[in-house]
């Protein structure tokens, strides 16, 4: 007999939600087949078997659950398994089929229907099996109920942001430096990469391979502390992005992002995008970040300021790029494209003096950015985005 646990999906929840059940009592399964499907605020994502096995559920669904948590049981004989359920005392099963056929709901999406009164039958005829938060959204939005009063309930990714938000400034002393960046020398970098490579680069591109290649030089702006005074030093820059697509903000990471060519960078947030506006990420596109890169890139936007998320020490923003005057000592006036470059930091592990090199040489970089390109040569991404 092996046990089904809840693993862990994420350093910032402490609860998920069980949505629903992919196999059956009695089925038998090999490893790496699917179980389950496990909603994390950040994602839902498919549990599958570590074993080979006969299944025996333990939890309906959906149902709340936390890591560690057992949810089902594997058995080596169908014997085996009839012999434990005929042990069982009072322990809890696995539901029948229910007599009406209504769709299972997210914690999420239950919560919202009850706030908005949004009947059974409603969520029936949406023809889902499984109806999350989103789901419900889309039915009020078509359907608005006369009479009643505007609200706005923050859907699972905002609360998520803002767990994260209040965490950070309860426990992070941050900091914060900026320098301006002209970025003409790189836009020409980005279309000329562009045309060559057939992907598309931007300053975003750019910046992400920028940050990819300084964790050598500067280990304490990607470590991960693991109480107040230690900090686990990286062995790779792993660089989170900002995705807002209008449905809440996600951070989807790019692995190793030193090893990656811009090709193949721009092809892995190409996906990045389109899962977030398909809702559709999964918890490994969310998870391992040690340095996080904040997109702010509307041209009225000046400055910004990012958060530490917990268990990072350092947020790169970049926001909108803007047309300046340089005026000469001859005073001959020059125009030339110019966008802020900031670093928040957590000022427990990694001081004003480090920060600020930090940030020249991201300057230097963007500055001077023909070896950016380098290892793209003449070919695109290979089938891993590297």
Same mark, same amino acid.
């Given at each position: 007999?092996?046990?089904?646990?809840?693993?862990?999906?994420?350093?910032?929840?402490?609860?998920?939600?069980?949505?629903?059940?992919?196999?059956?009592?009695?089925?038998?399964?090999?490893?790496?087949?699917?179980?389950?499907?496990?909603?994390?605020?950040?994602?839902?994502?498919?549990?599958?078997?570590?074993?080979?096995?006969?299944?025996?559920?333990?939890?309906?669904?959906?149902?709340?659950?936390?890591?560690?948590?057992?949810?089902?049981?594997?058995?080596?004989?169908?014997?085996?398994?009839?012999?434990?359920?005929?042990?069982?005392?009072? =322990?809890?099963? #696995?539901?029948? %089929?229910?007599? &009406? @056929?209504?769709?299972? /709901?997210?914690?999420?999406?239950? !919560?919202?229907? $009850?706030?908005?009164?949004?009947?059974?039958?409603?969520?029936?005829?949406?023809?889902?099996?499984?109806?999350?938060?989103?789901?419900?959204?889309?039915?009020?939005?078509?359907?608005?109920?006369?009479?009643?009063?505007?609200?706005?309930?923050?859907?699972?990714?905002?609360?998520?942001?803002?767990?994260?938000?209040?965490?950070?400034?309860?426990?992070?002393?941050?900091?914060?430096?900026?320098?301006?960046?002209?970025?003409?020398? =790189?836009?020409? #970098?980005?279309? %000329?990469?562009? &045309? @060559?490579?057939?992907? /598309?680069?931007?300053?975003?591109? !750019?910046?992400? $391979?920028?940050?990819?290649?300084?964790?050598?030089?500067?280990?304490?702006?990607?470590?991960?502390?693991?109480?107040?005074?230690?900090?686990?030093?990286?062995?790779?820059?792993?660089?989170?992005?900002?995705?807002?697509?209008?449905?809440?903000?996600?951070?989807?990471?790019?692995?190793?992002?030193?090893?990656?060519?811009?090709?193949?960078?721009?092809?892995?947030?190409?996906?990045?995008?389109?899962?977030?506006?398909?809702?559709?990420?999964?918890?490994?596109?969310?998870?391992?970040?040690?340095?996080?890169?904040? /997109?702010?890139?509307?041209?009225?936007?000046?400055? $910004?300021?990012?958060?530490?998320?917990?268990?990072?020490?350092?947020?790169?923003?970049?926001?909108?790029?803007?047309?300046?005057?340089?005026?000469?000592?001859?005073?001959?006036?020059?125009?030339?494209?110019?966008?802020?470059?900031?670093?928040?930091?957590?000022?427990?592990?990694?001081?004003?003096?480090?920060?600020?090199?930090?940030?020249?040489?991201?300057?230097?970089?963007?500055?001077?950015?023909?070896?950016?390109?380098?290892?793209?040569?003449?070919?695109?991404?290979?089938?891993?985005?590297?």
């Amino acid at each position: 007999m092996t046990d089904i646990e809840v693993p862990k999906f994420n350093s910032n929840d402490t609860a998920y939600v069980l949505v629903e059940w992919l196999a059956e009592d009695g089925q038998q399964l090999k490893e790496g087949d699917p179980v389950a499907v496990i909603e994390t605020s950040k994602a839902a994502d498919e549990l599958c078997c570590e074993h080979d096995g006969i299944l025996q559920r333990l939890a309906a669904a959906p149902a709340d659950c936390a890591q560690g948590d057992v949810i089902a049981r594997l058995f080596a004989t169908e014997a085996d398994r009839q012999e434990f359920l005929a042990g069982r005392t009072g =322990a809890p099963t #696995a539901p029948d %089929e229910p007599a &009406e @056929r209504l769709p299972t /709901l997210t914690e999420p999406a239950r !919560l919202l229907a $009850a706030q908005h009164g949004v009947e059974p039958a409603a969520l029936a005829r949406l023809g889902l099996k499984v109806v999350r938060e989103s789901d419900v959204r889309r039915l009020l939005s078509e359907a608005p109920q006369a009479g009643t009063a505007t609200t706005h309930t923050p859907n699972r990714v905002q609360r998520a942001v803002a767990a994260a938000v209040s965490r950070s400034h309860r426990e992070i002393p941050a900091a914060f430096t900026a320098v301006v960046v002209a970025v003409d020398p =790189a836009l020409a #970098a980005a279309r %000329e990469l562009s &045309e @060559r490579t057939g992907a /598309l680069i931007g300053l975003p591109e !750019l910046i992400v $391979a920028v940050l990819g290649g300084l964790h050598g030089r500067f280990p304490l702006c990607y470590g991960t502390p693991t109480d107040e005074n230690t900090l686990l030093l990286p062995e790779a820059a792993h660089v989170g992005v900002t995705v807002d697509v209008g449905r809440g903000l996600s951070a989807p990471v790019v692995k190793d992002a030193g090893a990656r060519t811009l090709a193949g960078i721009s092809g892995l947030l190409m996906d990045y995008r389109i899962k977030a506006m398909r809702e559709a990420f999964h918890t490994d596109d969310l998870d391992g970040a040690n340095i996080l890169l904040s /997109l702010n890139g509307d041209e009225d936007v000046l400055l $910004a300021q990012p958060i530490v998320f917990p268990g990072q020490t350092c947020a790169v923003s970049l926001a909108g790029v803007r047309r300046e005057a340089v005026f000469a000592d001859d005073g001959t006036v020059t125009p030339r494209s110019v966008a802020v470059v900031g670093l928040a930091y957590d000022h427990r592990f990694v001081n004003g003096s480090t920060a600020v090199e930090f940030l020249k040489a991201v300057k230097q970089a963007l500055e001077s950015p023909a070896a950016l390109g380098a290892r793209d040569g003449e070919a695109g991404p290979d089938a891993d985005g590297r």
